[in-house]
């Protein structure tokens, strides 16, 4: 168990880029989220997928903001056009069915738009 | 999910017990309370979880009142690594289980 894995730890873009962010779960987890987190507020969902199938987005997930997971494995999360706003941390989380054990959590992608 | 309401800061002496409570009034029947915890610049770390007993591993133990509205948090050995923020969450498993943090409480332990 090697645990949750965010790619990159940190992300500097300049307004109006695009960014694409890479969890790999734990292997075993068919379970997979992702989160937004600013400074002084807790985590904030943004979207989950069972195996490779996208169940559930919040509304925080603009149209700019896409999440997949091929083949039920690692996620990619990406956004276009980056605004000032996105700076967050984005993190990862991964469980098996019933959060028996709770979610694991990656240490998250530190993104900063410039 | 029921809201929870946590204290925004406490503090504890090294070595002694850390109690943090919770209070989920209108927690349903079916919601478990979770506790996670996010060191500085980490992601968040499970802690334990509960329905309607009390629970415990070796990280800490978890007290549910008889009625469910409140419960608390105890690290039985505060050290200085314990220094992060607790969430305490109502969750009900099925569906997608997604969890809803609030701001948590700020626990230092102080040497």
């Known amino acids: 168990d090697t645990g949750v894995s965010q790619d990159p730890r940190h992300k500097i873009t300049k307004r109006g880029q695009n960014v694409t962010f890479r969890c790999d779960p734990i292997s075993e987890h068919n379970r997979l989220y992702w989160y937004r987190q600013t400074l002084g507020q807790g985590p904030e969902f943004l979207t989950y997928f069972q195996n490779e199938a996208q169940l559930e987005k919040s509304r925080l997930l603009s149209d700019r903001f896409s999440a997949e997971r091929p083949k039920g494995s690692f996620s990619t999360l990406e956004i276009q056009r980056t605004e000032q706003g996105d700076s967050a941390m984005y993190l990862c989380a991964s469980s098996v069915r019933t959060g028996e054990k709770g979610y694991t959590f990656g240490s998250g992608t530190r993104l900063t738009v410039v | 999910d029921a809201k929870t309401t946590q204290p925004p800061s406490m503090d504890c002496a090294e070595g002694r017990a850390a109690n943090l409570p919770c209070n989920h009034s209108t927690i349903s029947g079916n919601e478990y309370v979770y506790w996670y915890r996010q060191i500085h610049s980490q992601g968040p770390q499970y802690i334990i979880h509960?329905?309607?007993n009390n629970e415990t591993n070796e990280m800490a133990s978890l007290i549910i009142t008889e009625d469910r509205k409140s419960s608390t948090l105890i690290l039985p050995h505060a050290t200085l690594r314990d220094t992060a923020v607790y969430y305490c969450?109502?969750?009900?498993?099925?569906?997608?289980?997604?969890?809803?943090f609030g701001k948590g409480t700020k626990l230092t332990v102080n040497p």
């Open positions: 969450i109502a969750l009900a498993q099925g569906g997608s289980e997604k969890l809803v």
């Open positions: 509960g329905l309607k």
